[in-house]
């Protein structure tokens, strides 16, 4: 691996809330890279600070102190080097929630062209685009359907779809199979895994899910806002 | 992509519903706002009626329509004769009950001099006075056609014409009558009440009065010169007719017009809570969405202009539909409901700044959202 397969590149970050004896330190001093074609799971009990991780490397949440960088761009150092982070999401950063998230009121083609109208592409573009990754994910038959009307599974490949449309190198799940079967959470992981193998982006993913722990490169623990890496 | 669309299209049942009971709410604003220009338009419809320059009244009073004038009926020979004077009539009002097809009708009476000022504009249906006796005119908001008869005081009088808008300030319907009638009604009395009048001595030898004498200038005659000439008769004054419609105004329906002016102030009001509200539910129910739309990178010009834009469709299609449903109801209310297009125009623009204001509550509360609440299901 060279650096530049370095996508996310966490250096010493630690995230507390209050002060003095109502002080709770969500993470210390937290080191984590993760190279392109990586799947890792953040793994720990509820309050060891995986989704507080989550939420730093997504550029939601500001870490009380630390180095962040994000595919070569450093993105915080005690501060956020960047103004403009939801623009940094856009471009860099893909999201896959554990409810699917889709906008109610978007067909599952416009969930995902929404990201690419975001990001200032053509509408016939971003809809062409929109059709090829649903194509791609074997839901482009249920292109023109709102999510209300489709299976789990389905959303939850829609959900992916949206999470690669600007084409991010690093993408986010939090329990990403938490509302699926065995199965299902199967061909999900088997999916992540070709995307990371062919986009050459890496996955981190937050998960409870036992069953899929094998689909892992590593499994980073947290624990007390600390990582131990199994 | 429009989001905003998308979303109303989404919901649109309950849009449209929401809507409606917002456009509701607006026909009721623009029903007061209706009455109000009713209520001035009709105290001023029988004022600008004769067409006058000039109103020569009872000195020392304030007019026909603010107070009781009462001035000797040649004064109209008089004032005729004036210089600069066209045409003058004398004209007398007074307000009357009367029964017709099983109703009391309470009637305005105007007495005017038929061939002189004092007569209604147009005549709407039918023909004019063309009888020294007996025969009227009628607003059609007295339900009267012509052919009808109707009993005034002691006699009948026949319906020959009708005229449109045409009451006083208290939205009773006018009926014109000649003169000489409109004076018969004044002051004659009951047979019982005559002849005891009559044995107390009092033979109603009294010399004819009427309740004021209008008059036309011609042209480049002057109004003020004429007023003050007339003001040096003692027992005479005289009001020019911008003078005498703010009378009007000022004292008889001015206190009816602050009134109604207070409630319009209070429905507004209602209205700009009820649209914040609406609005404001509408963005709390949409917060995990917009903390999703946040969350992939949708600057907060996208989250405001979904808010504004629903907001303001929101108001400007509430508003089409009060404006619709008020010109499809506003005949069947009892006084008269006028709208000038201005008014539409206002209550737009007051519609649109109630909604940018409204929808400030819900773009303030979706700014705040934190984008990181769209992790964690």
Redesign the interface.
């Known amino acids: 691996m060279t650096p530049d397969d370095i996508l996310v590149d966490v250096k010493g970050v630690a995230k507390h809330y209050g002060t003095g004896e109502t002080r709770v330190d969500a993470l210390r001093s937290v080191d984590l890279r993760v190279h392109a074609g990586e799947v890792i799971a953040l793994l720990g009990p509820s309050g060891s600070g995986k989704?507080t991780l989550?939420?730093v490397i997504?550029c939601?949440?500001a870490p009380t102190a630390g180095r962040v960088e994000l595919d070569g761009d450093a993105v915080f150092d005690g501060k956020w080097l960047r103004s403009d982070l939801?623009?940094l999401?856009?471009?860099k950063i893909g999201?896959i929630?554990?409810?699917h998230?889709l906008?109610?009121?978007?067909t599952a083609e416009?969930n995902v062209?929404?990201?690419l109208?975001?990001?200032g592409w053509p509408?016939t573009q971003g809809r062409a685009r929109a059709r090829e990754l649903l194509d791609y994910l074997e839901v482009g038959h249920r292109a023109k359907v709102?999510p209300a009307l489709l299976s789990g599974g389905e959303a939850q490949r829609v959900a992916i779809a949206?999470a690669l449309a600007n084409r991010p190198r690093i993408i986010l799940a939090?329990?990403p199979t938490?509302a699926l079967d065995s199965g299902r959470a199967q061909l999900v992981m088997d999916l992540l895994r070709k995307l990371a193998t062919e986009q050459k982006a890496c996955i981190i993913a937050v998960t409870h899910d036992e069953k899929i722990f094998d689909r892992f490169d590593r499994l980073i623990h947290l624990r007390d806002g600390r990582l131990v890496e199994a | 992509m429009n989001l905003a669309i998308k979303d109303i299209r989404h919901g649109l049942f309950r849009f449209v519903l929401t809507c409606f009971g917002l456009g509701l709410l607006m026909t009721v604003v623009l029903a007061m706002i209706g009455i109000y220009n009713g209520l001035v338009a009709d105290a001023l419809a029988v004022v600008k009626a004769p067409a006058a320059d000039v109103w020569v009244i009872e000195a020392g009073t304030q007019g026909p329509f603010a107070e009781a004038s009462s001035i000797p009926a040649d004064t109209r020979d008089a004032v005729a004769r004036m210089p600069g004077v066209a045409e003058a009539g004398a004209i007398t009002y007074q307000t009357m009950e009367a029964t017709h097809a099983g109703r009391t009708l309470r009637l305005y009476v105007i007495g005017f001099e038929p061939g002189r000022p004092g007569g209604p504009q147009r005549i709407a249906e039918g023909r004019g006075l063309g009888t020294s006796h007996f025969e009227l005119m009628a607003d059609r908001k007295t339900g009267l056609v012509p052919g009808d008869t109707i009993r005034l005081g002691r006699d009948r009088f026949t319906v020959v014409g009708l005229v449109e808008d045409a009451m006083n300030s208290g939205g009773d319907p006018a009926v014109y009558v000649t003169l000489a009638d409109a004076m018969a009604l004044q002051t004659a009395l009951d047979p019982a009440a005559a002849r005891v009048q009559s044995a107390r001595g009092d033979g109603g030898l009294r010399p004819p009065t009427v309740a004021a004498v209008i008059a036309r200038l011609e042209p480049g005659a002057g109004v003020a010169l004429l007023t003050a000439t007339v003001r040096q008769w003692k027992h005479l004054s005289a009001l020019s007719q911008v003078e005498q419609e703010q009378l009007l105004l000022a004292s008889v329906v001015d206190r009816a017009r602050r009134q109604i002016g207070l409630f319009l102030s209070i429905l507004l009001t209602v209205s700009a809570v009820v649209i914040a509200l609406i609005i404001y539910t509408m963005t709390m129910e949409k917060l995990k969405q917009i903390a999703t739309l946040k969350l992939i990178g949708a600057p907060d010009r996208t989250i405001v202009g979904l808010i504004v834009q629903q907001a303001l469709i929101l108001g400007i299609s509430g508003l089409g539909i009060g404006l619709v449903l008020i010109l499809l109801v506003k005949d069947n209310f009892p006084r008269r409901v006028v709208l000038e297009p201005f008014n539409a125009l206002v209550l737009t623009g007051i519609i649109l700044v109630v909604c940018l204001a409204a929808s400030g509550l819900g773009v303030r509360a979706a700014l705040k959202v934190d984008p990181a609440t769209a992790l964690g299901g």
């Open positions: 989704t989550l939420n997504g939601i949440l939801r623009r999401r856009l471009d999201f929630f554990q409810a998230n906008l109610p009121f978007l416009e062209s929404v990201v109208d975001l990001a509408a709102k949206r939090d329990e938490a």
